[in-house]
């Protein structure tokens, strides 16, 4: 968990000071949690979630001591894009078997059970702001899982191996060089 923590920061930046977790326990629920010292399956509230938050919040699992969304480390979001705020959990994903690159290490941003941030706009807003980096960021609406960045132009080209347009070689080749170590089989 160490060496996420240190990649999530080199990528994402530091936690932010000004931003805490407050009410939000979206997380608490949400997320599949396989660590050494904690486990609870996806989808299901944690055994210490307690209607004032986290009932053992002083003596926590070290990975909910140091696991943060990416509303806690992003500036550039807004403070309405906290998860209990707009429906939407955005958090870094390390798959250890991806099926591609973009997998790897990418951005989820997940659509919360009951959550309006399609229609009010909020996940519009929150997916331009992530899809400025060079970082894939997927969308899941508890559905499906779509990649959102790069966009198709782009990841056709860097998930075939096939030449990319001349207009685009320069940024297929970024996406490339940065996620290539992904590639299934290598």
């Not at 001591?65 to 403070?79: E, G, I, K, S, Y």
Request: charged share 20%; hydrophobic share 40%.
């Amino acid at each position: 968990m160490h060496d996420a923590a240190n990649l999530e920061t080199n990528m994402l930046g530091p936690v932010l000071a000004d931003r805490s977790c407050g009410d939000c326990t979206a997380c608490c629920t949400v997320l599949q949690v396989a660590s050494p010292d904690f486990a609870k399956p996806a989808g299901v509230p944690c055994a210490h979630l307690t209607a004032n938050g986290c009932g053992i919040h002083a003596v926590r699992p070290h990975i909910c001591r140091t696991w943060f969304c990416v509303w806690r480390r992003q500036a550039d979001l807004p403070d309405a894009a906290r998860p209990d705020r707009s429906g939407l959990l955005v958090s870094m994903n390390f798959v250890p078997k991806p099926q591609n690159c973009f997998e790897g290490v990418s951005i989820n941003v997940r659509l919360l059970a009951g959550s309006d941030a399609i229609e009010n706009g909020m996940a519009a807003r929150v997916l331009d702001v992530l899809c400025e980096y060079l970082i894939p960021v997927w969308f899941s609406d508890g559905d499906k899982k779509m990649l959102m960045h790069p966009t198709p132009d782009i990841a056709r080209p860097v998930l075939s191996g096939a030449p990319a347009p001349a207009e685009l070689q320069d940024e297929v080749a970024a996406w490339r060089e940065q996620y290539g170590m992904f590639v299934p089989g290598r």
